[in-house]
């Protein structure tokens, strides 16, 4: 089973900062990688696919990066309604996730 | 673009059975896979599942063989989930949603949340 670690668990940056989430997959997965924001009470919502592609009117604000088994997402220029929790989910061998980071203020 | 719209809470108790609906509106599910994902309270998000519903063809993560299925009904363009042997540890919010074909799930039910006490 392929086993997706996320890090930190939790980040504190303040709003206008930048924030750099990580996700590690113990085996390769080449680019088949995304990442999901969760805000409280809301299904997961797709930002980033394939690693490095923006979702659907995910604002640019959102970067992804990585191939193989490290995978980053950058937010910069932070925004009140950034804040939340967010899920890297490998897709290259059926579906697993990471446990998840909390952006926090 | 497709919704999906989840059937409602439930409470349950231990030893018995769930079926929980997700039905798409706006659109079929054409030939995309539909999946499920859990979410204990708190916690992170698991992959049960999936239907690829024109080929009705399930495919289930082993940490829950035997105890799910899921199904789909193309005429009315639902999905169900049947869980089993329910316990305490499968008190969660269950969500449906769709492989989009370029990777990842992009649509996402509204969640139903199934809560198992005595």
């Known amino acids: 089973e392929i086993v997706m670690t996320q890090s930190p668990a939790t980040l504190s940056v303040s709003p206008g900062e930048r924030a750099t989430l990580s996700c590690r997959a113990n085996?390769?997965?080449?680019?088949?990688l995304a990442w999901y924001q969760q805000k409280p009470g809301q299904a997961p919502r797709l930002l980033i696919y394939?690693?490095?592609a923006r979702a659907t009117g995910v604002p640019a604000r959102f970067s992804g990066s990585g191939s193989g088994t490290e995978f980053t997402l950058t937010i910069s220029g932070l925004q009140s309604e950034d804040f939340a929790v967010y899920f890297c989910?490998?897709?290259?061998?059926?579906?697993?996730f990471g446990q998840g980071t909390k952006l926090e203020i | 673009q497709v919704q999906l719209v989840q059937s409602g809470a439930e409470v349950k108790k231990p030893g018995s059975s769930v079926r929980v609906s997700c039905k798409a509106s706006?659109?079929?599910?054409?030939?995309?896979?539909v999946n499920w994902v859990r979410q204990a309270p708190g916690q992170g998000l698991e992959w049960m599942g999936r239907?690829?519903?024109?080929?009705?063809?399930?495919n289930y993560a082993q940490r829950f063989h035997g105890r799910v299925t899921i199904t789909a009904d193309e005429s009315t363009g639902t999905v169900y989930m049947d869980l089993i042997s329910l316990s305490s540890e499968d008190t969660a919010i269950y969500y449906c949603?769709?492989?989009?074909?370029?990777?990842?799930?992009?649509?996402w039910g509204q969640g139903t949340m199934v809560t198992v006490s005595s």
């Open positions: 989910q490998q897709y290259n061998n059926w579906y697993n």
């Open positions: 949603t769709r492989r989009a074909r370029v990777g990842g799930f992009d649509v």
């Open positions: 394939g690693a490095s």
């Open positions: 085996e390769s997965i080449d680019t088949d």
């Open positions: 706006g659109d079929t599910f054409s030939t995309d896979s």
């Open positions: 239907i690829i519903p024109f080929l009705g063809t399930s």
